[in-house]
């Protein structure tokens, strides 16, 4: 057979990330009656009887995920962590171990990885979670970090992406948006550092985003308000990837369609300010911005009074049959096809 010269060559790029994973991920299967959840959620369940053992990870990679320019590693330890617990909260389980791997180039003493562990031990203490074990290797260039988080979750207790219901009501924790706006920031400081390295920023107008960019939380107190409600979510995903890109990916695994209502989406004041600063459409902003780690989820239309005008929770929207769509209901009462330009990993500079 004559060997191919020019094998057809597909750039990762064309697919993004989600297509990427699909992609690779297709011919696995599984083959374990321990394993009740693989591949395809916030992350894996686990059955080894009694409790169920839920486990995400995350890889941190720099100049992609961070710029230590102005992200100090106290601070990004302390994200590293929190970013992993997330997953393990959209599952509505319990955070209770995590594994830290690193690896790292020579141009980082040790004092600077002291930092980076003192921020994930503070987050290991804040959060209740044992660190249990991890790896350190070199790196050629930058700094990489990897974060595998292990929690708990009684079986009857889990909620899936693929489980919300026509007519479910769609809801989000916190407000949103403003770690994007906060990273606008950070980064428009860098640009007028760069050019003038003896400025000094004045950041205090910007507080509130720039703590939500560096320091965010994970929201593990969700489970256990929903639980005193007695409000059991039919489906969770966390608000990493940016709020369109979770609610897609919500109605996708769910079959389901979707209104959000923008006159509905829970905006900070001073998130509102800042992006009337930047030039920026708030609303824009706060649905396709990403790193709010907040939750995003759907409970059915008979639990509204459980949670009506509880200051934890905003009811955003509803779900609809697929064959609706997924759209965004603006305030002049028009509908938008929502589309998902959230934060992609694999997206091309």
């Not at 369940?45 to 941190?60: G, H």
């Not at 509130?208 to 256990?224: F, G, S, T």
């Amino acid at each position: 057979m004559i060997e191919d010269k020019n094998p057809q060559k597909t750039s990762i790029s064309q697919l993004g990330e989600f297509a990427l994973i699909d992609h690779l991920t297709k011919n696995f299967s599984i083959n374990h009656e321990s394993t009740i959840k693989g591949i395809g959620d916030d992350a894996a369940i686990l059955d080894f009887k009694d409790k169920k053992i839920v486990i995400s990870t995350d890889l941190l990679i720099e100049g992609v995920h961070f710029d230590l320019a102005y992200m100090p590693l106290k601070h990004l330890g302390y994200k590293a962590v929190v970013v992993n617990l997330s997953d393990i909260c959209a599952m509505n389980a319990k955070p209770t171990q995590i594994t830290v791997s690193i690896a790292v180039s020579n141009r980082f003493p040790l004092e600077a990885l002291d930092d980076l562990f003192a921020g994930i031990n503070h987050a290991a203490k804040e959060y209740n979670v044992d660190v249990i074990g991890g790896d350190t290797t070199s790196s050629q260039k930058g700094l990489i970090i990897s974060i595998t988080a292990i929690g708990e979750v009684d079986l009857d207790e889990v909620v899936y992406r693929s489980t919300a219901q026509d007519t479910d009501l769609l809801v989000v924790t916190g407000d949103i948006g403003a770690a994007y706006m906060g990273l606008q920031v950070l980064e428009r400081e860098k640009q007028v550092f760069l050019v003038n390295p003896n400025s000094q920023p004045d950041l205090d107008a910007y507080s509130y985003l720039i703590e939500r960019q560096l320091k965010p939380e994970a929201r593990k107190d969700v489970r256990l308000l929903l639980h005193a409600l007695e409000v059991k979510p039919t489906s969770m995903i966390d608000i990493s990837d940016g709020l369109s890109s979770e609610i897609m990916h919500l109605c996708k695994q769910s079959q389901v369609g979707c209104n959000l209502y923008e006159d509905k989406l829970p905006l900070d004041p001073q998130f509102i300010n800042v992006c009337e600063e930047f030039d920026l459409d708030s609303t824009t902003v706060a649905i396709n911005g990403g790193e709010d780690y907040e939750l995003l989820f759907t409970i059915s239309i008979n639990d509204f009074e459980k949670i009506k005008g509880n200051p934890n929770f905003t009811i955003i929207g509803h779900m609809t049959q697929e064959s609706e769509g997924i759209h965004l209901v603006t305030r002049a009462n028009t509908k938008i096809q929502l589309k998902s330009r959230g934060w992609d990993a694999i997206a091309e500079d």
